[in-house]
């Protein structure tokens, strides 16, 4: 009886700390989509200085062919 009682409450202070830390799903898929966006973005808009002046997939584009 008492190894129940021990049982069931370490069960909940586990389930209370999952609550405080935990993510929704909504959320990263959220998250997920504004870094997808953000990387897309960085990858075909953003000139780079140190790319010549190119975006990283221009960039990549010229140097697949020179190789």
Not at 14 to 21: A, S
Request: with cysteine.
């Amino acid at each position: 009886m008492f190894a129940d009682k021990i049982t069931q409450k370490q069960h909940q202070e586990v389930l209370k700390r999952v609550e405080k830390t935990s993510v929704s799903l909504v959320e990263f898929e959220e998250l997920r989509s504004c870094i997808d966006d953000n990387i897309g973005l960085y990858n075909t808009d953003q000139l780079q200085w140190t790319l010549n002046k190119m975006t990283p997939n221009e960039f990549e584009a010229t140097e697949k062919l020179a190789f």
